[in-house]
């Protein structure tokens, strides 16, 4: 019977992972990177992301190819996807992605990776660069401490750390441009949820 509360915590994970990944799996983040896309009627084009979820993409360039038209998108920073164009207008144009479910998991780790690094002042890990969300962030305290921590996981609502600190929680926290609390403490580090945008327009957030 020890082991009992064990495997119902294991189980609540589990079932808190399936739902944020269906969660992840349909948000849609602005991310502005160039790239090129290719259809076998226009040929090969220069183009823009403007918005991308691991269903599909919002795309600007000068040449926008026709709706059910099929295309292939290559994006800096993010890779090769192929898809159906579902909508276009002016120089905007948006697709429907062709992609396995396990494809679809992995093109939402890179888009979460790349909606936070540059925010969250992440440095990559050049030793695991495959692996998306791992590297090390710099963490200012309320208290003025800085540190160092490793990566553990990252998404659009917070991140958690591995790091020797127990910081207190709900104590607030800034980590790059984003300002948030202590959610939990973990085995090996703590968790942070970040702030919503509101709450960066307070002073006191602003470090």
């Known amino acids: 019977?020890?082991?009992?509360?064990?495997?119902?915590?294991r189980r609540k994970i589990r079932i808190a992972a399936r739902g944020a990944a269906e969660r992840r799996r349909h948000a849609r983040l602005p991310l502005r990177l160039h790239g090129r896309f290719w259809s076998e009627n226009q040929g090969e084009h220069a183009c823009r992301l403007i918005d991308i979820s691991p269903g599909g993409a919002r795309v600007m360039a000068r040449s926008v190819p026709a709706s059910n038209q099929r295309i292939i998108l290559m994006i800096n920073g993010i890779g090769r996807m192929e898809g159906v164009v579902v909508r276009s207008e002016?120089?905007?144009?948006?697709?429907?992605?062709?992609?396995?479910?396990?494809?679809?998991?992995?093109l939402a780790d890179t888009i979460t990776w790349r909606f936070n690094?540059?925010?969250?002042?992440?440095?990559?890990?050049?030793?695991?660069?495959r692996k998306q969300g791992r590297g090390r962030a710099k963490i200012r305290f309320s208290d003025?401490?800085?540190?160092?921590?490793?990566?553990i996981d990252v998404s659009v609502t917070g991140a958690a750390f591995e790091c020797l600190e127990r910081?207190?929680?709900d104590e607030p926290v800034r980590v790059g441009e984003m300002a948030g609390r202590?959610?939990?403490?973990?085995?090996?580090?703590?968790?942070?949820?970040?702030?919503?945008?509101e709450a960066m327009q307070d002073g006191t957030a602003a470090a």
Not at 92 to 105: G, Q, V
Not at 117 to 129: N, Q, S, V, W, Y
């Open 90 to 106: 002016g120089e905007e144009f948006s697709l429907r992605f062709s992609a396995t479910d396990r494809k679809r998991d992995k």
């Open 1 to 9: 019977m020890v082991d009992e509360p064990n495997r119902l915590d």
């Open 117 to 129: 690094k540059d925010r969250l002042g992440l440095e990559e890990d050049r030793t695991a660069p």
């Open 167 to 169: 910081p207190k929680l």
């Open 144 to 151: 003025g401490v800085v540190i160092h921590a490793n990566v």
């Open 182 to 197: 202590v959610a939990r403490i973990l085995d090996n580090g703590f968790a942070v949820v970040f702030d919503p945008p």
